[in-house]
């Protein structure tokens, strides 16, 4: 990073902390534009980990009132704001206030799949029969689009592979793009007053023999009983592993000193071998292949710059 894009990014975050209302403005603007819409979890991550949950909640809820105000304005309805204050600003204020009060990276990841778990949970106690459901807002999709149909081929390989665990896709999504807002808010708490910090405790997220040996359980059962509320459990908790699976990676190419261009087809592949990834992070977890590198070890968190 040049120190040119480097005072950039600190001048933006500087500006996200001066109050309330540059934060929220920071959160509607960027919450407008679908592209840059984790730039607002990254506000409020960044609001709350550097000065507490009230402070987060006060501007979260002003950008609330204010993001509101604008749809229905433009558009008559506040739907997408409030879905936008519960699926992903809501779980960012308590992660990051998490992370700020234990300053343990592991334990907010493992929040962050126990929070996707609830989801996964609710969804199917509130809804009788989910692969009804999806296939209801599918066919509301295509026919908002207009288009008449996938073909056969591909109808039957969306009924019979992919509206099964939709469920689990669709929280997985909330998940993805929540974590991302966190890590960026992280990240820029660092830049401004710890250098370095996030960099040391991803390096070093470690999350444990028995919670591996809990999700190596969890992920053998989803694949004997198939499709289901335990299949959807075991993609949410695979994704903690699929973190700390590429937290080793990270680790060992900052120890051999191999270009960071090497991550890029280890990101790239995640979505083919989502599952073989998610026992590559347990079998890290459970062996403690780092510490045999000499690339980290267990690490309960590291410096917040707090």
């Known amino acids: 990073m040049t120190t040119q894009s480097g005072g950039l990014i600190y001048n933006f975050g500087a500006f996200i902390l001066r109050g309330p209302f540059q934060a929220a403005t920071v959160m509607v603007a960027a919450s407008l534009l679908p592209l840059l819409a984790v730039l607002a979890i990254a506000a409020l991550a960044l609001v709350t980990l550097r ?28 739907e997408p704001a409030l879905r936008i204050l519960l699926e992903q600003w809501l779980p960012v204020l308590l992660l990051a206030e998490w992370l700020r009060r234990t300053v343990s990276l592991p334990s907010t990841v493992l929040l962050w799949a126990g929070l996707g778990a609830l989801v996964v949970l609710g969804f199917h106690l509130l809804i009788d029969d989910p692969g009804a459901h999806w ?94 509320l335990l299949y959807d459990l075991a993609l949410v908790v695979a994704a903690a592993f699929i973190v700390q699976a590429l937290a080793a990676t990270h680790a060992l190419l900052a120890l051999r000193q191999w270009s960071a261009a090497w991550l890029m087809p280890v990101y790239l592949v995640i979505p083919f071998l989502y ?32």
Do not use: K
């Open 51 to 78: 000065q507490g949950m009230q402070y987060g909640a006060v501007a979260m809820l002003l950008a609330g009132a204010l993001l509101s105000a604008l749809l229905w304005a433009m558009a008559g309805t506040v």
């Open 135 to 228: 296939l209801v807002i599918i066919e509301r999709f295509l026919a908002a689009t207009g288009a008449e149909g996938l073909g056969t081929e591909a109808e039957a390989f969306l009924t019979d592979e992919i509206v099964p665990i939709m469920t689990g896709l669709w929280v997985l999504n909330l998940m993805l793009v929540v974590l991302i807002g966190l890590l960026l808010g992280r990240g820029l708490q660092a830049l401004m007053f710890n250098p370095g910090g996030l960099r040391e405790e991803f390096h070093a997220l470690d999350l444990g023999r028995v919670t591996a040996a809990a999700g190596l359980l969890i992920l053998l059962s989803a694949v004997l009983f198939g499709p289901g």
């Open 275 to 306: 599952m073989p990834m998610a026992l590559l992070g347990i079998g890290e977890a459970l062996f403690q292949w780092r510490r045999r590198w000499g690339g980290g070890g267990s690490s309960g968190g590291g410096h917040t710059g707090v």
